[in-house]
C-alpha cells in the first residue's frame, strides 16, 4: 500500500516478486495491489510448499476459509526455489507455469513493476549482489521496498554488522549508496520495529526506492 500512494496512483502494480516468500505472509498484504502476475521466490522449498496452498480465501495469514460469492483462486502465480542472488527473468516472471505472464505487454515483460523483500536483507552482509540482481529484474520506473534491521555507523563502520541473534543489521547510510550506486531513487524511509525479541524491540528500517528515478520527498542524511 506504501507503494501504491509514493506512485500516486489507486494503483495496482503490473507485476510483482516476493523476494524470500517463504510461506506467503507478505504476499497476502501484495496480493490486492498487484493486477498481474506474483511470483514468489524463496531458497527453501518446503517453505514454499506451504505458501503454495494458499489461495486468496484461505492460507498465508486467513486462519478460516472466507465464504463469499468470489471465485477462489491461487495467491500466486508462480513459486520457484532459487537463489534471490542468481535467479533470472526467465526462471521467474517469464517462466513457464507462471499464470498470467502471456498477458504482459511486450514492455511489462522486460521486467517487475514491483519487487518486495521483506524480513530476508537479515541473511545477507554486503548487499550489492543481492540487490543488484533485484535492479536486473526490474523494469524502469519500477518500485522496490525492503526491511532491514538497523545499525548506526558507530556500531556498524562497514556499513553492516553481523549480530548475536545470526543476523545481519545494516546503516541508513550503507544501504543508500549501494541503492544510490545501482540507479536507484530515495522515494521514503521510515525508522521501524519489526518485531520483538527477547522482550526487547528490535531497530529496523524500511526503504522505499524507484527505479532510475530521482530521490524526492525523503531525506537522505547519513
Known amino acids: 500500500a506504501t507503494a501504491a500512494k509514493a506512485r500516486g496512483d489507486d494503483t495496482t502494480f503490473v507485476s510483482a516478486l516476493d523476494a524470500g516468500a517463504g510461506t506467503g505472509l507478505a504476499g497476502r498484504f501484495l496480493r490486492p495491489i498487484v493486477s498481474g502476475p506474483m511470483v514468489g521466490v524463496d531458497i527453501s522449498q518446503k517453505m514454499l510448499d506451504k505458501a503454495a496452498k494458499c489461495t486468496l480465501k484461505k492460507g498465508c495469514g486467513i486462519d478460516d476459509e472466507v465464504n463469499d460469492d468470489e471465485k477462489d483462486a491461487r495467491l500466486y502465480d508462480g513459486l520457484v526455489a532459487l537463489d534471490l542472488e542468481a ?3 526467465e526462471e521467474t516472471l517469464l517462466a513457464s507455469g507462471v499464470t498470467r505472464s502471456e498477458n504482459l505487454s511486450k514492455e511489462d515483460k522486460q521486467g517487475f513493476d514491483l519487487v518486495v523483500a521483506a524480513d530476508v536483507l537479515v541473511y545477507f552482509g554486503r548487499l550489492e549482489s543481492v ?23 558507530e556500531e556498524a563502520p562497514l556499513g553492516y554488522r553481523l549480530l548475536t541473534s545470526g543476523r545481519f543489521s545494516h ?8 541503492a544510490k550506486d545501482l540507479g536507484y531513487g530515495l522515494v521514503s524511509y521510515e525508522e521501524i520495529v519489526p518485531r520483538m525479541e527477547k522482550g526487547k524491540e528490535v531497530k529496523g528500517h524500511i526503504f522505499h526506492f524507484i527505479l532510475g528515478g530521482e530521490s524526492s520527498g525523503a531525506k537522505e542524511e547519513l
Open 131 to 153: 540487490l543488484g540482481n533485484f535492479a536486473k529484474l526490474s523494469k524502469s520506473g519500477s518500485s522496490l521496498m525492503f526491511t532491514c534491521e538497523r545499525s548506526s555507523e
Open 87 to 89: 535467479m533470472t527473468l
Open 171 to 178: 546503516t541508513k547510510g550503507y544501504v543508500l549508496n549501494v
